[in-house]
């Protein structure tokens, strides 16, 4: 999940403030080429960053026709000559919101963007980043202006350590994470996973192409995109294949915050969505699905059939996912790659859950967890109606009524459910594994985010990509904000670079960043970044709402997928 957005093309979005379009003009005496194992690929260079732009590079057979619902395909073509990769290739399909002006969208979806240095090749041995975009697995894609790439690897360059910035796209909603007993007996579970996992695999056998390290791979993505690359740590029961050495998570993890379905359990969302395509008496569903038009599966899939689909994203298939995210970090089933992780101050009022004004309303949301009558008065009692001791502080006193009185209380309590408690459970379980993992608190509300949202679900993106100019947002994060703002965005630009090139966010050598301690039992701790302070950024201890974190953790059953 994620803000609203404005969508712009990427050649727009790498403009400063007052460039031209014509700053941007290929080069065509210097146009780029990479040469991978089914061909070479002709893409643009950028004047305005320095940087060799391929974009749209496709990574799988197009999952079409009877590829449609179907595990990805590796691509088995060649080419001679050049492919032109100058252009976005198609999005996937989202669910549900209209199509984004200036965006086709496709069932030919699965590919990629490169975002490098100019001059890089191959050879050069660049480490790599690789974006997965979030977007609830329903929505998003690698052309979306958040994610540009284009911004921090500047920052590396200009700190003297440059890498490779890869965003994928991956089959969303329906189309990627279909579920049900006819999924699980045919092996189609998780596709979207499964499609991140292939570009990661092509990208071992081709980065080298352009430059990069295939050894030295690091995954990361906000909200969805972070539960992407948590399951990919976990993903064929923690087999470690050699794909990424590094992962960072941002509002999200391996620990799935919602209970996991039954194969059974799906099938009432998923014998609806039959019936709604007129494949019902078909003997094989799915592959009466793979038969249809792609318009007809769009409008079915975006009907209100789809409507009560509580969650989307990680299921147990039994193949990709083997069982309880929870469970298999415990058990050590998960590949031991260094971690940086961390959430922000506020983000459960994403949710904008108003009108909670009494015990009753809050008990009522609180049911959405628990139906057990004790477990519901313990929490009740662990989230006492105290203004002072919800969030988001920065909405000051009780709010009002038309807001919900206890809006601060319900806020805290999701955010907890949601977020805290996985990323403080995933911290301890990944230290008592020995495996380093530092974690962060980001707590500043950008320009453009009310106050009774604060430090919301997705408010860090655009200070870890340096985006100080705000492309790509209805309203700048940085604008009618001061030096400090812009500081923030600068320190952890340079954090996120250095896990990203030596894996450890102080970097290999001294930098003039402060000190991020790694994650311990004894004494845990969090990076802050607070644009309100001196400092920026300091440790704190990993502490605050203990008690019902903890209960959480222990007691509240639904609330990771057991």
């Avoid at 609203?4 to 031209?20: E, Q, T």
């Avoid at 990805?72 to 073509?77: G, R």
């Avoid at 994403?350 to 009522?364: L, R």
Wanted: some cysteine; hydrophobic content about 35%; proline content about 7%.
């Amino acid at each position: 999940m994620r803000s609203p957005f404005l969508c712009l093309p990427l050649i727009a979005a790498v403009l400063h403030d007052g460039a031209s379009a014509s700053a941007l003009k290929v080069r065509q005496d210097a146009a780029p080429t990479a040469s991978v194992r089914n061909g070479t690929f002709t893409g643009y260079y950028n004047v305005e960053y320095d940087q060799d732009f391929f974009l749209g590079i496709p990574y799988a057979q197009p999952p079409v026709g009877d590829l449609r619902l179907r595990n990805p395909v590796s691509l088995n073509t060649s080419w001679g000559g050049s492919s032109n990769a100058t252009t976005f290739s198609p999005a996937c399909h989202n669910l549900g919101s209209p199509p984004t002006p200036g965006i086709t969208y496709s069932e030919d979806c699965l590919n990629l963007n490169v975002v490098r240095p100019s001059g890089t090749r191959p050879g050069d041995k660049l480490p790599v980043g690789v974006w997965i975009h979030g977007g609830g697995h329903t929505g998003g894609s690698n052309q979306d202006p958040n994610y540009n790439m284009s911004f921090i690897v500047q920052q590396s360059v200009v700190a003297g350590k440059p890498f490779i910035g890869v965003n994928i796209n991956y089959r969303l909603q329906l189309f990627g994470f279909m579920y049900g007993s006819a999924v699980v007996e045919s092996g189609a579970g998780n596709l979207g996973y499964k499609d991140q996992h292939l570009a990661l695999r092509w990208l071992h056998e081709n980065i080298a192409a352009f430059g990069g390290d295939p050894s030295k791979v690091t995954i990361w993505g906000e909200s969805a995109g972070a539960e992407s690359s948590g399951a990919q740590m976990i993903a064929y029961g923690g087999r470690d294949q050699g794909l990424f050495r590094g992962v960072m998570l941002e509002s999200g993890g391996p620990i799935n915050p919602y209970r996991y379905n039954t194969p059974a359990e799906w099938d009432r969302y998923y014998d609806p969505i039959v019936r709604a395509a007129n494949c019902s008496g078909a003997s094989d569903t799915l592959a009466c699905l793979r038969t249809l038009p792609t318009e007809t599966l769009v409008t079915v899939f975006n009907s209100n059939v789809t409507a009560s689909i509580p969650s989307w994203g990680m299921e147990i298939d039994g193949d990709f996912i083997q069982e309880n995210a929870r469970e298999a970090l415990l058990a050590g089933r998960f590949i031991r790659v260094p971690v940086l992780h961390g959430q922000n101050h506020d983000e459960g009022t994403i949710f904008s859950i108003t009108g909670v004004n009494t015990d009753d309303d809050f008990f009522a949301r609180v049911r959405e967890r628990t139906s057990d009558n004790a477990t519901l008065h313990q929490i009740a009692a662990l989230y006492p109606d105290i203004p002072e001791l919800g969030i988001p502080s920065t909405l000051q006193g009780r709010p009002s009524a038309s807001l919900g009185s206890q809006y601060k209380r319900i806020s805290a309590f999701v955010s907890d459910v949601m977020w805290h408690a996985p990323r403080r459970l995933t911290s301890q379980i990944l230290t008592d594994h020995n495996v380093p993992n530092w974690g962060y608190m980001f707590n500043i509300r950008p320009n453009g985010v009310p106050l009774s949202s604060g430090a919301s679900h997705f408010t860090e993106v655009a200070f870890m990509f340096y985006n100080i100019l705000g492309i790509g947002y209805p309203q700048s994060p940085f604008a009618n904000t001061p030096q400090s703002y812009k500081d923030v965005s600068d320190l952890m630009s340079r954090y996120w670079l250095n896990f990203i090139v030596d894996g450890d966010p102080n970097g290999a050598d001294a930098g003039n960043e402060p000190y991020w301690p790694s994650y311990s039992l004894t004494n845990p701790e969090l990076m802050t970044f607070d644009a309100n302070t001196t400092d920026l950024s300091f440790p704190t201890p990993d502490t605050y709402r203990a008690k019902p974190i903890q209960y959480i953790s222990d007691n509240l059953a639904s609330a990771f997928g057991r």
